[in-house]
Each structure stands twice: as C-alpha cells, then as structure tokens.
C-alpha cells in the first residue's frame, strides 16, 4: 500500500483578518512606547523635613481649583463624589493616613515647618489647568497638634490655608465637655 501525503491548504483571504490584528497590536505597542505618560513621582527626595507621600489617583478634572483634608473613609466617598471622581479601589485606611485632593494642581512636596505656637504643613503645588491629583500621607507624620496645612506654588505664593475640621471639631467638644465640668461644680457648690 501507497502512503498517501496529506497536503494542507491556507487561503490567503482567511489570513487577512489575522494579519490586520497582528499590524494592530504591534502599532499599539509602538504607540505604547513613544507617548507614554509618566505618573507623578510617588516619594519625593528625601530631605531633613520632608514627608513621604504617596499618589493614589491623578489625572483630567474640569472644576474650580480646591484642596481638600480627607481623614475618614465617609470623607474619602464624599469629597470624591463631589469632585466627580471614579477613584480606584485604594485601601484608604483612616487610621493611619491622610487624603490630600488637589484640583487643579499637582502636589510636588510637603513639609512639616515649626511656627509660633503652631506647626504648619507646607504642600507645594504646581498649579495645573484640569488635572486632579490625590495623595496619602501618613496619619502620624502630620496629625499635629495645631498643624495648619498652607497650599504653595513654587514662588512661596500662599494658594489656600487649611485648618483640618477634625482639629476644630475636637476643640469644640473639648471646650463643650469643660463647660459642662464648670456647670457641675458650680451646680454642686
């Protein structure tokens, strides 16, 4: 008996179709490659006074310029929402860091500065027209006593002051809480 040869025939108008998404692909990874955007620099250098900071989310945001204190996960959803952003699912954890929210602005670094009779967190910014920037910092490098956050752009120009609401609410129910011992000793005497 004869071993028959098989033969295997490929019709080039069934290759187009593959031939067209390899072209794609290989184009798109060029494209990759010579306009890629690099993301914000995630820890600035590393100084005498510097805080490290991490970036959780960047990029285009058509709003008003605003900087935003972000201490609990309530705040995190609120201030987001506002703002319109869909942020990425970052574990903020409220008890060990802080959320910066920059529109209109790009934090490029943040320092703790001892003034009179209080401490001042300086965050350098480098203002940006629609562009949002969102950073982590950790909660026990700048939750303060009397800490004031002062926004900056890179000429010393003071763009906003930030007294955190989470200092002046718990002044207030401190201030509360002695008003009420005063009432009770007055009261018992």
Avoid: C
Avoid at 46 to 57: H, I, K, V
């Amino acid at each position: 008996m004869k071993n028959k040869g098989r033969f295997f025939v490929v019709e080039a108008r069934r290759l187009i179709p593959l031939v067209f998404l390899l072209v794609l692909l290989i184009g798109l990874t060029v494209y990759d490659n010579f306009f890629r955007v690099e993301p914000a620099a995630v820890l600035p250098e590393e100084g005498a006074s510097n805080l490290a900071f991490t970036t959780t989310d960047w990029g285009l945001l058509t709003s008003p310029t605003s900087f935003n204190l972000v201490a609990d996960h309530e705040e995190w959803l609120r201030v987001s929402q506002e703002l319109g952003l869909n942020l990425p699912d970052y574990p903020f954890n409220a008890e060990k860091e802080l959320a910066v929210f920059a529109v209109n602005s790009e934090i490029q670094s943040m320092d703790v500065v001892p003034r009179f009779e209080e401490v001042e967190i300086k965050v350098t910014v480098e203002p940006k027209e629609n562009f949002f920037h969102v950073v982590t910092v950790d909660r026990q490098a700048v939750d303060l006593e009397g800490a004031v956050w002062k926004f900056v752009d890179s000429e010393n120009r003071v763009l906003s002051r930030i007294v955190p609401f989470w200092k002046t609410e718990k002044d207030r129910e401190d201030e509360g809480e002695e008003k009420e011992e005063k009432e009770e000793e007055n009261a018992s005497k």
